[in-house]
């Protein structure tokens, strides 16, 4: 090398290792002019200990291995690279990429593990339920397991995986790739190597969903998504999927059809569906729990129109954008009572004249809010409804008293707290109005309240009704005149199980009208002996 007056440059030396061990880096020796000899000795700073009393009292340095190299014997050496990784996506678009590991070292590699700076992007799974072909370790979900057994030297592998464009904004995703050797060595188990990649979520619709009591059947509840598209693309509708350990959801407002529902920019539009226990459902096992799917086609399904497809990993992306949200702690009654959705989308983008298609999450929908320690909870763990005929046609000159059976059906919408009640009617508090004089004809014309009251059994007591469990309890009402009766003198009281004082009972009064007409017969002029029957949801 050669210098010219004041010139300082740079000088790459290698070194190549003779035998393993400890290769300790102390200096330089260097020949100036083929006739001077020279060293230079490399003082490398060293940090001062002062953890314990005999550093204290003395001087003592920590050595510095800055350049002492330890030396082994042959390593495998990874190289990374993740191809079709989309530089923007969608929100709620799923794109596959190929994640490319080629062995360039000089012995084979194994058991490879990739930690993922944001796992809810991104999934390994081979099918919609979490039929892992890369395992996750330890229950992280951030860690992933590639089962490669042997990598031989200058072999590669391709491993896919998924993306999918889970909230807005622009993201750097760092993966640190772990790897070891297939002969094990003791001074290196393992090795790391690291890759950066970015991308761009841009937006899409927005949906939410609402779940309100319904009053046209016991334990049924009425769900109302509205999906609202804010972007320029026109946004197709395939597919709506309940996820819920209890429940299903059937449609009530739309049919399937060849177009789909299609929603353009500044547009709304609200599916309305029934949540209802789920019965003879499709069952997804996931661990200790099951979790019933139920799939609601917003399109039909034709050669251009492939909904199912077995590869996405929907579900997985699903219990990975839960595991992210931070929420509440929720208690047991909670949990089986939460129900989450999965909506199906594609759409086309003017500018490439690409389909896209991704999927849009609805997470924790809560329809019964009081948590399972009220064991008496108000309008959630009890429902009932009442039967009986709406109109009774009967001749009080031949029978003084008209006898109705009435039935009270008792539902415990509980899903895991057995329910324990009383159920006592009550003496009416209306007043007679009667415009016609004592022992007249009642005159018709004018409608008025009359009196009742309960008869045979009037007190019931059920004992640790099932969660989800069902009774019909029965009893009958008098009436003694003609006229327009409201059944609703009757209140439950509700025992809590884990106090057994009577103190501790609940009452609940009804608030809602059930009307029953009863009429002489012998002025009805079209009507049949009893009537039809209505069946009054209430709470």
Not at 106 to 113: D, G, P, Q
Not at 224 to 240: I, Y
Not at 301 to 313: A, H, K, Q, R
Request: hydrophobic share 35%.
């Amino acid at each position: 090398m050669l210098l010219a007056p004041n010139e300082a440059r740079r000088m790459r030396i290698g070194i190549t290792p003779k035998k393993e061990g400890l290769l300790s880096i102390d200096g330089l020796g260097f020949c100036l002019c083929n006739q001077v000899w020279g060293f230079k000795e490399f003082k490398l700073p060293r940090r001062r200990l002062n953890d314990t009393p005999t550093h204290r009292k003395g001087v003592f340095y920590e050595p510095n291995m800055d350049l002492t190299i330890r030396v082994t014997r042959s390593m495998p050496l990874l190289d990374i690279e993740i191809q079709k990784f989309p530089t923007h996506v969608i929100q709620g678009q799923i794109e596959k990429v190929i994640i490319v590991l080629r062995n360039t070292g000089s012995s084979a590699l194994r058991n490879v593990k990739v930690k993922m700076s944001d796992p809810s992007f991104f999934s390994f799974a081979s099918t919609p339920i979490g039929d892992y072909a890369v395992q996750e370790t330890n229950k992280d979900p951030s860690i992933a397991h590639i089962p490669i057994t042997s990598l031989p030297p200058n072999n590669l592998i391709e491993v896919p995986m998924w993306l999918r464009g889970n909230k807005l904004g622009v993201f750097s995703f760092h993966f640190l790739f772990y790897y070891e050797s297939e002969i094990p060595d003791a001074e290196m188990k393992y090795r790391l190597q690291r890759i950066t990649k970015q991308t761009r979520v841009l937006p899409s619709f927005v949906a939410s969903a609402t779940a309100n009591l319904s009053y046209s059947s016991i334990n049924a509840y009425l769900l109302n998504l509205e999906v609202t598209n804010n972007c320029e693309n026109t946004f197709r509708l395939m597919q709506l999927t309940s996820v819920s350990p209890n429940w299903a959801i059937e449609p009530l407002s739309q049919r399937s059809n060849t177009d789909g529902t299609a929603i353009s920019r500044d547009e709304t539009t609200s599916l309305f569906f029934r949540i209802v226990p789920a019965e003879n459902k499709q069952i997804i096992k996931e661990q200790k729990t099951q979790m019933y799917h139920t799939h609601n086609y917003l399109i039909s399904e034709t050669d251009n129109n492939n909904i199912v497809n077995p590869l996405l990993p929907e579900y997985d992306f699903l219990l990975r954008e839960k595991s992210g949200m931070e929420s509440p702690k929720k208690d047991t009654q909670q949990e089986v009572s939460m129900l989450d959705l999965m909506l199906k989308w594609e759409t086309v983008v003017p500018s490439d004249q690409v389909v896209y298609r991704g999927v849009h999450n609805v997470c924790n929908i809560s329809f019964m809010t009081q948590t399972v320690d009220k064991v008496v909870s108000d309008n959630v763990a009890l429902r009932f409804s009442i039967e009986s005929p709406r109109k009774i046609a009967h001749d009080f000159s031949k029978q003084s008293l008209c006898v109705i059976p009435v039935t009270f059906h008792v539902n415990n919408v509980s899903a895991t707290t057995p329910l324990s009640f009383y159920l006592e009617t009550l003496q009416p508090h209306e007043q007679v109005s009667i415009t016609s004089v004592e022992n007249a004809t009642p005159n018709f014309g004018t409608q008025k309240r009359s009196q009742y009251f309960w008869a045979e059994t009037t007190q019931h007591y059920v004992s640790d009704l099932r969660p989800f469990g069902k009774t019909s309890l029965q009893t009958c009402v008098v009436f003694s005149r003609p006229g327009v009766y409201n059944l609703n003198r009757y209140k439950f009281s509700l025992k809590d199980e884990r106090n057994k004082a009577v103190t501790n009972k609940r009452e609940i009064y009804s608030p809602f009208q059930h009307i029953i007409m009863v009429e002489e017969k012998n002025e009805v002029l079209v009507m049949g002996e009893g009537g039809d029957k209505i069946t009054t949801a209430q709470l």
